[in-house]
């Protein structure tokens, strides 16, 4: 699908409800914003959101789903998976349209660690929607540009220190709102039927230069340290991690210390029309909200 700047798709004008799982996440939120800002009737799912969801109790399921078209599903990232129990609710309700956020990589063996294989919950949640039986367009991302602002990164840029697994390592960073405006658009527009988004930002770079980026627009500069996987993995069961949770972060570190994050795509100016933002306008934007202050 290929479409330009000046000529947009937009279905908008036709009325429907949109459900947004993970509505005060990431990349939900900023989906809700964008939907709502174009009008379109959208309820914010989540434990504290809007509306009410939890992935664990599928009593709260149908009453989110009752009179939705599309739903934009940010899964739980549990084996197994519920996504395919939640999509095959969600098509019996009326559901014609579904969005799943998946993840760069999930059907690379090894690409998040020597124990990771092809399978598991991104996989499982892929094959359900794409034989729901109903318009789907799934989004692969990579690592989150995000992740330095307000996610597991945060703490260490504040604290003027960043220690991480990662080697020389570089990732295409994706900027969180591409990837809700990719979302926002297969859920509102035609031609992204059956369309499979990588997603990533437009240059690769290592820890230490997304630092410099962020330092040049707040005048305060951490410091990349990097470290083994062992005294990573180490230091955060030390900060009160379960073990198996402190693995699974470590290997999620391999694609960036790998540098199989590192080759751009061409999913944002697919979806689009336009190159995806750069990390330079994420640090300008988190910084202006004061997010490093």
């Known amino acids: 699908m290929t479409q330009t700047d000046e000529t947009p798709t937009d279905t ?20 809700v914003a964008l939907l709502r800002e174009r009008g379109v009737e959208t309820r ?12 664990t109790d599928r009593t709260t399921w149908q009453a989110a789903l009752d009179g939705v078209d ?72 990579g690592w989150f540009a995000q992740n330095f602002s307000e996610g597991v990164f945060l703490d260490g840029v504040r604290a003027g220190e960043l220690a991480l697994p990662t080697g020389d390592g570089t990732a295409a960073f994706i900027d969180a709102d591409d990837i809700a405006a990719v979302a926002v658009a297969a859920l509102t527009e035609d031609g992204h039927d059956g369309e499979l988004y990588e997603l990533s930002g437009p240059r690769a770079l290592g820890i230490a230069e997304v630092l410099d980026e962020i330092a040049e627009v707040t005048g305060e500069h951490a410091v990349y340290v990097p470290v083994e996987e062992s005294a990573y993995r180490a230091g955060l069961v030390a900060q009160g991690l379960p073990e198996e949770e402190a693995a699974l972060w470590t290997d999620a570190m391999t694609p960036i210390r790998t540098s199989q994050e590192a080759p751009v795509t061409d999913g944002v100016r697919r ?23």
């Open 271 to 293: 979806a689009l029309g336009r190159p995806p933002r750069d990390i330079g306008d994420f640090a300008r934007d988190a910084a202006a909200e004061g997010v490093w202050s």
């Open 70 to 141: 599309a739903v934009y599903i940010v899964p739980l990232d549990t084996s197994p998976s519920p996504t395919p129990a939640f999509v095959e609710q969600a098509v019996a309700s009326g559901v014609r349209r579904l969005v799943l956020l998946s993840a760069r990589g999930v059907d690379v063996p090894g690409y998040f660690g020597c124990s990771s294989e092809v399978g598991g919950p991104h996989t499982e949640g892929e094959a359900a929607v794409r034989s729901s039986g109903v318009t789907w367009t799934i989004l692969r991302p």
């Open 12 to 31: 908008t004008s036709t009325r429907r409800t949109v459900l947004v799982t993970g509505g005060t996440g990431k990349t939900g939120r900023r989906a």
């Open 44 to 55: 914010a799912a989540s434990r504290s959101g809007d509306t009410l969801f939890d992935w």
